[in-house]
């Protein structure tokens, strides 16, 4: 069975930062490619980051290009959002999920096999 587990959420004011992490059952994060998705209260989830397999690329939305990265720690199998310079409209429950390809789809929730259950990130203004 695999299982993600995603945790870290909290409350946090704007311009603070925060690190989301995602561990893993039964399957090794480096063997596939790992997404980051967010929703916010009442609308669509969406593509935060992702790590392609093998880490050869990683992919933004440009929502958050420059202030969220990406990053793993291999003999924990854990994944981190890490998340700075914070911004109200980051307000959201976070999801971690894999897939074995991605390419430039990689924002589709539908190219990902597996999912954690949401963490939930507040930030005040």
């Known amino acids: 069975d695999v299982q993600l587990q995603a945790s870290g959420g909290g409350l946090v004011q704007a311009g603070g930062s925060l690190r989301l992490s995602c561990s893993a059952s039964g399957l090794t994060f480096d063997d596939y490619a790992v997404g980051w998705f967010r929703q916010p209260p009442g609308k669509q989830r969406e593509g935060v980051l992702c790590k392609s397999d093998g880490g050869h690329k990683i992919y933004y939305a440009d929502s958050v290009k420059g202030r969220f990265t990406i990053s793993s720690d291999t003999a924990k199998n854990i994944v981190y959002l890490q998340m700075n310079n914070l911004k109200p409209e980051d307000t959201a429950a976070y999801y971690c999920?894999?897939?074995?390809?991605?390419?430039?789809?990689?924002?589709?929730?539908?190219?990902?096999?597996?999912w954690g259950q949401g963490t939930q990130v507040t930030v005040s203004s």
């Open positions: 999920a894999v897939a074995e390809l991605v390419d430039s789809s990689w924002y589709w929730p539908d190219v990902y096999e597996y």
